[in-house]
């Protein structure tokens, strides 16, 4: 059975679906759009692209493919089409555009993506080795904005096709900022790096923390403890927010459970940020092929902050695909 068909099989609604997210075309058909394209799901399944990836889509699709050339066009092909089924990252003003009044929402593309299979994993092993080699490449030397680029030239160089978000290399004081964004400023201590490569369109994101004072070493020791108690309850058959309660029952019995403030980890795949989220109300089952990471921080604000971050293959437990050390990666 096809992806398309599991895909089919697995949705609870009927009717036509209109699949629009670049992501889930690449999932189902092998083609990465550049541009708006539109992908049909019905027994006889076709992919829509207008004509700057006509080329590209013609090599790459495992579908029928047709071209548009106005959104005119596209209006015309649902038009007499009353189930339609849309996914829920599709726009209002794209269900507006494309004259979509009655419709069900359906979001069975994102579920099937969570199991990834012997390819896909190669691809994020890859992506992640990348961005590894990298980082030991990289000079850690002048400013955090200096740093971050030669991070993501240097992973260019070992073959990503980009940067799979925008590299945080932070220090000081404002590494209490989670997502901070790099300045110009001389990179200080704590020194934390969140950054992933992409291959094939699959991402890695991995963060590492370098301390250096007695009180960050502290803090740091405390993470690492939490992240190795997360990565030994993830296995087949455990729920996401198991895995979260597992990591803030350490920072509460250290004393820094307000100061963990976002969720323990997520999937990862053709985007950085995947289902599930290990996080404190997501139930989601774990299962055998799951690609997730275990991502705990401290943040004490005006001081530093500290996070931590492992990409896990789930099998019978967390296949820790990482080979940066937690300490002395610098």
């Not at 629009?20 to 399944?45: A, W």
């Not at 047709?66 to 990252?89: H, K, N, Y």
């Not at 087949?236 to 979260?244: F, I, K, Q, S």
């Amino acid at each position: 059975m096809n992806r398309i068909e599991m895909a089919l099989n697995k949705s609870t609604e009927g009717g036509k679906h209109i699949i629009t997210k670049r992501e889930n075309i690449y999932y189902l058909t092998g083609f990465m759009p550049s541009s708006l394209s539109i992908l049909i799901l019905e027994d006889e399944p076709f992919l829509l692209v207008n004509e700057m990836d006509r080329e590209a889509a013609t090599e790459n699709s495992t579908v029928e493919v047709r071209t548009f050339s106005r959104m005119g066009d596209l209006r015309e092909v649902l038009a007499d089409t009353e189930d339609l089924v849309v996914e829920p990252s599709m726009t209002v003003g794209l269900m507006k555009s494309l004259g979509i009044g009655s419709f069900e929402v359906d979001d069975v593309v994102s579920e099937l993506r969570m199991i990834k299979d012997r390819d896909e994993i190669g691809n994020i092993r890859r992506a992640l080795q990348i961005a590894e080699e990298a980082l030991k490449e990289l000079e850690i030397e002048g400013s955090e904005s200096s740093i971050a680029a030669k991070l993501e030239y240097l992973m260019r160089l070992e073959g990503s096709e980009g940067a799979s978000f925008d590299t945080v290399v932070t220090s000081g004081a404002r590494s209490s900022i989670p997502h901070a964004t790099p300045t110009g400023e001389p990179a200080g201590s704590p020194l934390l790096l969140d950054w992933g490569a992409v291959y094939k369109g699959y991402h890695s994101d991995t963060t590492r923390t370098a301390a250096w004072t007695e009180r960050e070493q502290e803090i740091l020791e405390i993470v690492v403890e939490a992240k190795k108690e997360g990565l030994r309850t993830i296995k087949d058959g455990v729920r996401a927010c198991e895995v979260d309660r597992a990591v803030r029952s350490v920072m509460e019995d250290y004393g820094y459970l307000e100061n963990f403030i976002h969720s323990t980890g997520h999937g990862v795949g053709l985007e950085v940020h995947e289902k599930p989220s290990l996080a404190p109300g997501d139930k989601t089952v774990i299962r055998k092929g799951m690609v997730v990471t275990v991502e705990p921080g401290i943040y004490l604000p005006g001081e530093f902050g500290v996070r931590m971050e492992d990409m896990v293959v789930v099998g019978n437990g967390a296949e820790v695909i990482n080979r940066l050390p937690d300490y002395n990666w610098i």
